[in-house]
């Protein structure tokens, strides 16, 4: 299998899921440059953490703009798989590939700590080696990792089962306590939690792999 992890201006977790894809994984995978909009052939694309253009305006919101996320939308809607992590799921957001957007922290605080997440989903293309209910921990490091959505738009999210991850203790606010959304098709998925930072014991953990796994 071939990934792409894209390489906005101020990314800054590309590298992590390169290593990743290449060296936990054992798969393809190359670096794309957001300016050139050739995805290469890859059959999933990756959507890393950072900053990209200094999270000015709104986060991700100028990424969006970048010539590769026309590609990445119509890779999208051909069925392929996509995957943003942090500033990814930001930008999938603004991009209109995800519904909802990132806010800023209810507490107006940077937040960099470990968390406790619930799989509300196992019967996705990104958590089907987790267990419906499995209480899973990864990191997370943000500053607008508060989800929201209008009320209209959570009832029609809850009602089409698209809420994939919750917090256990929703450290920034989100509204329903969600950590990762899933598009309808099911093959675009953003979450703020780091999943590629807990993929080896060395670094901690491993519940982390489980989720890039998934995606063979």
Excluded at 91 to 113: D, H, M, T, W, Y
Excluded at 123 to 144: C, N, Q, W
Excluded at 183 to 192: A, D, P
Excluded at 196 to 214: D, I, M, N, P, S
Aim: glycine share 12%; with cysteine; net charge neutral.
């Amino acid at each position: 299998m071939k990934f792409g992890v894209i390489q906005f201006l101020g990314s800054n977790c590309d590298a992590d899921c390169l290593h990743v894809v290449r060296n936990v994984l054992k798969q393809d995978a190359l670096s794309l440059w957001h300016e050139n909009p050739d995805l290469k052939g890859v059959d999933c694309v990756i959507l890393p953490g950072g900053f990209s253009y200094g999270d000015y305006l709104r986060t991700g919101a100028m990424a969006a703009r970048s010539p590769i996320m026309k590609s990445v939308a119509a890779f999208a809607d051909r069925g392929g798989l996509v995957l943003g992590i942090c500033n990814g799921f930001q930008i999938l957001c603004e991009a209109g590939l995800l519904p909802g957007v990132l806010v800023r922290n209810k507490s107006l605080q940077f937040i960099c700590e470990d968390c406790d997440l619930i799989v509300e989903r196992n019967d996705t293309r990104f958590t089907s080696l987790y267990k419906k209910g499995e209480k899973v921990r990864m990191p997370i490091a943000h500053m607008e990792g508060h989800y929201y959505i209008d009320e209209a738009g959570l009832k029609h999210l809850e009602s089409n089962r698209q809420v994939v991850l919750r917090y256990a203790n929703n450290p920034n606010g989100s509204v329903g306590n969600i950590a990762g959304v899933i598009n309808e098709k099911g093959n675009v998925f953003g979450l703020m939690p780091h999943p590629e930072r807990v993929c080896e014991k060395l670094l901690g953990g491993e519940e982390g792999a489980k989720l890039f796994k998934c995606l063979l």
